[in-house]
């Protein structure tokens, strides 16, 4: 049973940098093929692709993101961490961890969090 | 920046069939761009549907179904339920980045 949570402030400040982590179970990072990715969704809009990390320490940003955003994993505590810079208002969103698979000639994010709303303001 | 298009919303009666789309600002999608599906309903986290065009997840239910139309992705929901009404976001691979469409609301009526 594959589950992910994310955990974090709930508040930052303008400028301040962003730590939030995802713990999981039910799989292992050194596995290949899997990786876990984070998406965030500000109030009322729609979903947006942040970052992904596979087995094999490859990172992936998105590219208007890139400059402002680091992951990183920890395969002995089954851990993702996404750092982001520089926060700003416009970053309040609710941010999600996913789980990843990219086997067979095929790629799909499937098991997610529940979510952590993070809001910017001072 | 590449986007991904979807409409904004559609309107579907109980019972009947709706298709929605998924488009690309680079082109046709093609099965390379492993279009994701996934439902959304307010105060829930995403729930995935489909995965690379057409596999469906264990736990997708049978009248949810996934392929290419037209040079884009799209997701055939048959005999709609209420429960349906949500919102739907497709995701497309661009090699190595990940990117989402802006969702359709779909409401059942």
């Known amino acids: 049973q594959i589950t992910l949570k994310e955990s974090g402030p709930t508040l930052v400040k303008p400028t301040q940098t962003l730590t939030l982590t995802c713990t999981f179970s039910g799989f292992s990072l050194s596995t290949s093929g899997l990786g876990v990715g984070w998406i965030r969704q500000p109030p009322g809009k729609a979903l947006e692709w942040l970052a992904l990390i596979y087995w094999d320490d490859d990172k992936r940003y998105s590219p208007s993101l890139k400059s402002r955003l680091t992951i990183t994993k920890d395969t002995s505590k089954n851990q993702v961490v996404l750092t982001m810079t520089n926060m700003d208002p416009v970053d309040t969103a609710t941010y999600y961890c996913?789980?990843?698979?990219?086997?067979?000639?095929?790629?799909?994010?499937?098991?997610w969090g529940q979510g952590t709303l993070v809001t910017v303001s001072s | 920046q590449t986007v991904v298009t979807q409409e904004p919303s559609l309107t579907v009666s109980p019972g009947g069939t709706v298709t929605l789309t998924c488009a690309s600002s680079?082109?046709?999608?093609?099965?390379?761009?492993?279009p994701n599906w996934f439902q959304q309903k307010p105060g829930q986290a995403p729930r995935a549907l489909i995965y690379?065009?057409?596999n469906k997840h264990s736990w997708t239910p049978a009248r949810f179904s996934g392929s290419l139309l037209g040079g884009k992705a799209a997701l055939t929901l048959s005999r709609v339920q209420p429960e349906d009404e949500a919102e739907y976001y497709c995701l497309l691979y661009y090699g190595g980045a990940w990117v989402f469409g802006g969702g359709t609301k779909l409401t059942v009526l």
């Open positions: 680079t082109g046709a999608v093609t099965s390379g761009y492993y």
């Open positions: 996913a789980h990843s698979v990219s086997v067979a000639g095929t790629a799909r994010l499937d098991y």
């Open positions: 690379s065009t057409s």
